[in-house]
T-cell receptor, first 119, second 112 residues
């Protein structure tokens, strides 16, 4: 149980285009989803926290107009990278959590990640 | 105060050795301390987690030692195997808040 999927796993796009990445909780309802960015051989950097039905909370320094996050249902959150540029190339990872599964531990279940390359 | 400092950056051991990875935190409000394992091109997977009301937790070959007064915790991998070669991240969060603060990561290589 507690499986999180991401689609696509890899995407290559041209500079200036927008790319949408989906994050789905397959067997549980995720009240909260998190989006991370990871550069090669670096740690995970939290970009934003997304609660179902409400606006995402972005971390300091993350451009909310460039990284649009939508959490329209309890099983799906999307990250749209708008007007992508080569510096947006990175590994994007989502995670999901729910009070019912995690009890008091706030355990997060991570997706497999999406490799974005902007040419 | 939100940082979690992890060391070493990289670690090489022989098969059967016991690699130890250390983390230190500042924020005393943290009350959940997980360790994640990540293989190249994959998302992190939870290995083991501990809360500050216990000083040690063991699951299979993985053990977390926790020192609340020193604000430090560590991961020990017993009888390490080449398949354990991966990047390991410690993290911390406040139960009521949920955001994980990650350490910098440790690249572990286990030689056959």
């Amino acid at each position: 149980g507690a499986v999180v999927s991401q689609h696509p796993s890899r995407v290559i796009c041209k500079s200036g285009t927008s790319v949408k990445i989906e994050c789905r909780s397959l067997d549980f309802q995720a009240t909260t989803m998190f989006w991370y960015r990871q550069f090669p051989k670096k740690s995970l950097m939290l970009m934003a926290t997304s609660n179902e039905g409400s606006k995402a909370t972005y971390e300091q320094g993350v451009e909310k107009d460039k990284f649009l996050i939508n959490h329209a249902s309890l099983t799906l959150s999307t990250l749209t990278v708008t007007s992508a540029h080569p510096e947006d190339s990175s590994f994007y990872i989502c995670s999901a959590t729910t009070a019912r599964l995690a009890a008091a531990y706030n355990e997060q279940f991570f997706g497999p990640g999406t490799r974005l390359t902007v040419l | 105060q939100q940082q979690v400092k992890q060391s070493p950056q990289s670690l090489i051991v022989q098969k059967g050795g016991i690699p130890i990875i250390n983390c230190a935190y500042e924020n005393t409000a943290f009350d959940y301390f997980p360790w994640y394992q990540q293989f190249p091109g994959k998302g992190p997977a939870l290995l083991i987690a501990i809360r500050p009301d216990v000083s040690e937790k063991k699951e299979g070959r993985f053990t977390i030692s926790f020192n609340k007064s020193a604000k430090q915790f560590s991961l020990h991998i017993m009888d390490s195997q080449p398949g354990d070669s991966a990047t390991y991240f410690c993290a911390a969060s406040r139960t009521s808040y949920g955001k994980l603060t990650f350490g910098q990561g440790t690249i572990l290589t286990v030689h056959p």
